[in-house]
Nanobody, 128 residues
Framework: QVQVVESGGGLVQAGGSLRLSCTAS????????MGWFRQAPGKEREGVSC????????WYADSVKGRFTISRDNAKRTLYLQMSSLKPEDTAMYYC?????????????????????WGQGTQVTVSS
């Protein structure tokens, strides 16, 4: 089992920034594909970004491209999502997910069904 824990959410004004963090257990974090998803009230969960095990491949949803940056520190077993120029429509519960096989973020795009381990989520609220 892989335990995933997110942190860093909060309330921010439009145009502001937040950095989400996510730690994942397991001795082989370096092999995991990692991803961020979000779900707004009344909407389906959507993929936001993913990063390959090496960090060499990243993918972003069109809605966040140019504003969000995903990164990872394998030594700390930590994933990050730097969010800038936040908009009210970014308001959602943000979830971190892990794919120990590594195959879910090798391009092109993100294979969402491969992410089998999820955190509890961290709320991001952007006020206008």
């Amino acid at each position: 089992q892989v335990q995933v824990v997110e942190s860093g959410g909060g309330l921010v004004q439009a145009g502001g920034s937040l950095r989400l963090s996510c730690t994942a257990s397991g001795a082989h974090f370096v092999d995991y594909a990692m991803g961020w998803f979000r779900q707004a009230p009344g909407k389906e969960r959507e993929g936001v970004s993913c990063i390959s095990w090496s960090g060499g491949y990243t993918w972003y949803a069109d809605s966040v491209k140019g504003r969000f940056t995903i990164s990872r520190d394998n030594a700390k077993r930590t994933l990050y999502l730097q969010m800038s120029s936040l908009k009210p429509e970014d308001t959602a519960m943000y979830y971190c997910a892990a794919d120990p096989s590594g195959g879910s973020c090798l391009g092109p795009g993100m294979q969402r069904t491969g992410f089998g381990f999820w955190g509890q989520g961290t709320q991001v609220t952007v006020s206008s």
